[in-house]
């Protein structure tokens, strides 16, 4: 099966901790985004990477960190800086980010995270 | 800031009727894709359009778009009650390459 996977599908954080989100891509994609999505809330742009071994900060980037080591892997970590991190996080991916007119994005399922 | 406004916030309609649901933004655009969101779900993406077209369709799906307004309509035909979700449009624009802008969404509810 070609996709995206996230994982956990839950989470529970305790104050203070750092915890990082799983996302993974087979569809050869170069591009791969992260997103928060608060209730009731459109998505807000993290981190995004155009390519392997580089990323930009998006809109929300303060208290998140994210690494692109491998083509099809984008983990998220939430640190302890970020204050309010109880949200829905959604990675997506594209074929190129863009540069080919195509901007359609694929999405994950989606990692529930809840600071206790 | 958000560059794309959705109206209306929530919509309930019955089995059979038209959804129509809008988007407004705020610069200039490549192209503006609609997606749809089941609760608690990632999003799945529906119809792209060009900023030099004006309509698109797919399937039950219409979507119109206006520059000279900055707006864009979606228009579900012959809904089902399967079609109940949250629907958001995306702007993708000048040098962002690849980085899309949401709106805040439609929640439209579809009554058996």
């Known amino acids: 099966d070609g996709g995206i996977t996230q994982s956990p599908k839950y989470l529970f954080r305790k104050e203070g901790q750092n915890v990082t989100l799983s996302c993974e891509q087979n569809?050869?994609?170069?591009?791969m985004y992260w997103y928060r999505q608060d209730p009731g809330q459109g998505l807000r742009l993290i981190y995004y990477s155009q390519i392997v071994n580089d990323f930009q900060k998006g809109d929300i980037a303060e208290g998140y960190s994210v690494s692109r080591e491998k083509k099809e892997s984008f983990p998220l970590t939430v640190t302890s800086a970020q204050k309010n991190p109880t949200a829905f996080y959604l990675c997506a991916s594209s074929i190129d980010g863009g540069t080919s007119g195509s901007d359609t994005q694929y999405f994950g399922p989606g990692t529930r995270l809840t600071v206790l | 800031s958000q560059q794309g406004e959705e109206d209306p916030q929530a919509l309930s309609i019955q089995e059979g009727e038209n959804a129509t649901m809008n988007c407004s933004y705020k610069t200039s655009i490549n192209n503006l894709q609609w997606y749809r969101q089941n609760s608690g779900r990632g999003l799945v993406h529906l119809i792209l359009?060009?900023?030099?077209?004006r309509e698109k369709h797919s399937g039950r799906l219409r979507v119109t778009l206006d520059t000279s307004k900055k707006s864009s309509s979606l228009l579900i035909t012959a809904s089902r009650a399967a079609d109940t979700a949250s629907y958001f449009c995306a702007t993708a624009g000048g040098t962002s390459y690849g980085k899309l802008t949401f709106g805040q969404g439609t929640i439209l509810t579809v009554h058996p």
């Open positions: 359009i060009r900023s030099n077209e």
């Open positions: 569809l050869n994609h170069d591009a």
